[in-house]
Every structure is written in structure tokens, then in C-alpha cells.
């Protein structure tokens, strides 16, 4: 009986831990793209200054990945755009060159992280959307995320809030 409970709870953590399937007929094959009006993030750690977590495009680009896979999508590409604002071009050459269905792209805007280190407080404006290998865009969301950080993570993980504020905007692409 033992055993059998073992197994029946491991068979229920693999189901958990288990990326979601898109349904049928839903964008699945998609290319990354980033971009960023924030050219760096304030340093406050050893491990962000040397590892590169102090740069917002590095965050952006993990974040998305992780969670679109997350959510069942496949990423077969994807990119760091040096404009701001990713161009249609740029986009559209990425998704044909990957043969993706589509592009999630997500422009970080600003960043307000002045109550951090008093409050735990910080604010990410970014914009989310889904463009078509045409270069129509399918979606778009811009969203503003409050996040309330530990002040334990103002200490050593300074860029939680902005993982969390993509997390949300990417939670949303259809």
C-alpha cells in the first residue's frame, strides 16, 4: 500500500510540474523579441553587477522564454533588439527565418524603483503583444506592475520585481 501511495504521489507531482498544452488550433511555434527604453537596471548586488542581471534586456529575454514554455508555447527563436521598440521588419524577418507562427514581443517602457530600498516598492510599465509572420499585430496589452519585494530581496535579488511584472504581462498572450 505504501508503495502504491509513493507512486500516486509522484505520478501527481510529474502532473503539476508539467508545462500546459495550448489547445488545438492556437498559436503554438513562436520567436521571442525584446526591447527596452530602460538601459539598465539600478546595480544593488555583487551576483546582478557580475553576472549581468542588472541588465534589463538579459532579464526580459529569460523571463519570457521561461514562462511561455511554461504555458505550452514552443520558442524556436529569439532576439535582443538594440532599438527601443523592436521594428516590424526586424520581427517579421525573425519569425520567417525560425519558421514561427508568430512573435511575442515585450518592450520594457520604464522603471520606478525609488521606495525600493524604503518601502520594497518598485513599478514596471511594459508592453506585450503577438505579431503575425505578416507583420499584423494579433494582441497587445501595455500593463503596469506593482510589485512589494521583501526588503531580504532588495538585498540579493534586485530584479525579482522585474521577472514579476513580465510574468504577468506574459501570463496574457493568447
Do not use: H
Not at 553587477?49 to 520558442?75: H, K, W, Y
Not at 522603471?111 to 520594497?120: C, N, T
Amino acid at each position: 500500500m505504501r508503495a502504491f501511495t509513493l507512486l500516486l504521489l509522484s505520478l501527481l507531482a510529474t502532473a503539476c510540474s508539467a508545462p500546459q498544452v495550448r489547445p488545438p488550433g492556437a498559436i503554438r511555434k513562436v520567436v521571442v523579441v525584446v526591447g527596452t527604453r530602460v538601459d539598465s537596471l539600478p546595480v544593488a548586488t555583487y551576483r546582478e553587477d557580475m553576472l549581468g542581471e542588472g541588465n534589463p534586456r538579459s532579464v526580459l529575454i529569460g523571463q519570457t522564454q521561461a514562462v511561455l514554455r511554461e504555458r505550452g508555447f514552443e520558442v524556436v527563436g529569439s532576439r535582443i533588439s538594440d532599438a527601443p521598440s523592436p521594428s516590424t521588419g526586424e520581427v517579421v524577418a525573425l519569425i520567417r527565418e525560425n519558421k514561427a507562427e508568430a512573435a511575442v514581443i515585450v518592450v520594457l517602457n520604464w522603471v520606478d524603483v525609488s521606495s525600493i530600498r524604503a518601502m520594497g516598492r518598485a513599478e514596471v510599465f511594459l508592453e506585450a503583444g503577438l505579431v503575425s509572420p505578416n507583420g499584423d499585430l494579433l494582441w497587445r496589452k501595455d500593463s503596469r506592475t506593482v510589485s512589494s519585494i521583501s526588503m531580504y530581496q532588495t538585498q540579493t535579488d534586485y530584479s525579482s520585481y522585474l521577472r514579476k511584472a513580465v510574468i504577468d504581462a506574459v501570463k496574457e498572450v493568447p
